[in-house]
């Protein structure tokens, strides 16, 4: 049986990838503040970051795991960016975009080694000894 922790961030990816797609007439017209937008890109990649590190998480080494959850991050969300203008959704890619994901995840990273690492939370959610 395929354990809590692989499934996790296939789930969450899987949104990343739903939302970024979406057509743009699709997504609710409206913006709770300024740059709202950023706000949400910054949250899918930090879950992201956080969720894929437990999968690579192998004899402790965690920076190793913290290094391929960064890198899987970023290549995806590069892809989005450089996707979404291809798929004339109504979409566009922004440079800024691309920061605030950049930035979701390794906040991500820095969140899970200052707050999640050998913790409860660790070893009851992703199932880590």
């Given at each position: 049986?395929?354990?809590?922790?692989?499934?996790?961030?296939?789930?969450w990816?899987?949104l990343?990838?739903?939302?970024?797609?979406?057509?743009?007439?699709?997504?609710?017209?409206?913006?709770?503040?300024?740059?709202?937008?950023?706000?949400?890109?910054?949250?899918?990649?930090?879950?992201?970051?956080?969720?894929?590190?437990?999968?690579?998480?192998?004899?402790?080494?965690?920076?190793?795991?913290?290094?391929?959850?960064?890198?899987?991050?970023?290549?995806?969300?590069?892809?989005?960016?450089?996707?979404?203008?291809?798929?004339?959704?109504?979409?566009?890619s922004?440079?800024?975009?691309?920061?605030?994901n950049?930035?979701?995840?390794?906040?991500?990273?820095?969140?899970?080694?200052?707050?999640?690492?050998?913790?409860?939370?660790?070893?009851?959610?992703?199932?880590?000894?």
């Amino acid at each position: 049986m395929l354990k809590v922790k692989y499934i996790y961030p296939f789930i969450w990816l899987g949104l990343i990838v739903f939302a970024s797609l979406t057509p743009s007439d699709k997504l609710p017209d409206f913006q709770l503040f300024k740059h709202a937008d950023k706000v949400i890109h910054w949250s899918m990649y930090f879950g992201l970051s956080v969720l894929l590190i437990p999968p690579f998480l192998k004899e402790q080494k965690y920076p190793m795991s913290y290094g391929t959850a960064l890198f899987i991050a970023l290549l995806t969300g590069t892809l989005m960016e450089y996707i979404q203008p291809l798929l004339s959704f109504g979409r566009s890619s922004e440079f800024t975009d691309f920061i605030a994901n950049a930035l979701g995840a390794i906040c991500g990273i820095v969140i899970y080694e200052l707050l999640i690492r050998n913790k409860k939370i660790e070893k009851k959610i992703f199932k880590i000894e």
